[in-house]
């Protein structure tokens, strides 16, 4: 199990590199979150013990039943799921980062339990740039107006943008929705909306690492390449 997940970890660092290459990219320039949904501890400990630093869960059951052992190893954990108002204050005590805002209510939500905890949160801006109904994430012609409300937000320091995108066989049917991201990006630039530079794209999974790279992602998130597949669970993205 160990040498799989090491030379699995070494297969995605070169993809990584390689998509670099193409793209005319720096290397040091793109992190790699790891995706731990459903992974056990143990697998999890291997990765960081290879080096890995940064880490993301979608339920708070899962970020409790870890905590145990990944709080000794200094890892920055970030939530990546669909996060509902009632869980926020047992999510903030394991994650420095929430990359799935995608609706007021929670920013105010996350910002009333902040200010109660006297700290700030970082957090990225999910955007469902694949218009898929069964997908969380703002629509993307909903994202401007969204961040001007969150700026409001003392407590949020919106760090970047998110988004799943369309996953498929074709290349040419995924890019669209990463590019979408960047456009997106491009357009809050545009706006002149103060210190909104830099925004992070954290796109590019498994499937799509390359294309998410070569479209412009600052952090990728791997799961499945890494820690072999899940069992199939429905709706496995939350
Ligand atoms: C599971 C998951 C990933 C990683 O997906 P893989 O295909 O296993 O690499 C990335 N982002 C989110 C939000 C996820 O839920």
């Known amino acids: 199990m ?6 699995n970890l070494k ?3 070169n993809r990584i590199k390689n998509a670099c290459e193409l793209s005319g990219r720096n290397v040091s320039d793109i992190q790699l979150l790891l995706a731990t949904k459903t992974v056990p501890f143990e697998k999890i400990r291997i990765a960081i ?3 890995e630093t940064l ?8 970020l409790r039943d870890k905590d145990f052992g990944l709080k000794e190893l200094n890892t920055e954990r970030h939530f990546i799921g669909h996060l509902q108002t009632n869980k926020i204050k047992d999510v903030l005590k394991y994650v420095s980062c929430i990359q799935s805002l995608d609706r007021l209510n929670l920013a105010q939500e996350l910002d009333r339990q902040l200010q109660k905890e006297n700290r700030n949160l970082d957090v990225f801006i999910q955007v469902n740039t694949s218009f898929e109904e ?3 994430g703002l629509r993307p012609d909903e994202v ?5 409300e969150v700026k409001k937000y003392e407590t949020l320091n919106i760090k970047g943008l998110m988004t799943i995108g369309l996953l498929d066989v074709e290349k040419e049917k995924m890019q669209p929705s990463l590019r979408l991201l960047r456009q997106i990006r491009d357009e809050i630039y545009a706006e002149g909306i103060e210190n909104m530079q830099p925004l992070k794209l954290s796109m590019g ?6 294309l998410a790279i070569a479209e412009g992602s600052d952090m ?3 799961g499945s390449s890494v820690f072999g597949n899940r069992f199939f669970r429905k709706r496995n993205m939350e």
Do not use: T
Not at 2 to 7: C, G, N, P, Q, T
């Open 220 to 222: 990728v998130r791997i």
């Open 55 to 62: 880490i993301g869960e979608n339920k708070m059951q899962e």
């Open 49 to 51: 013990e290879a080096g």
């Open 2 to 7: 160990k040498e799989l997940i090491i030379s």
């Open 144 to 148: 401007i107006s969204f961040i001007r």
């Open 205 to 210: 999974m498994s499937q799509d690492l390359e």
């Open 134 to 136: 069964s997908k969380f």
């Open 11 to 13: 297969e995605v660092h």
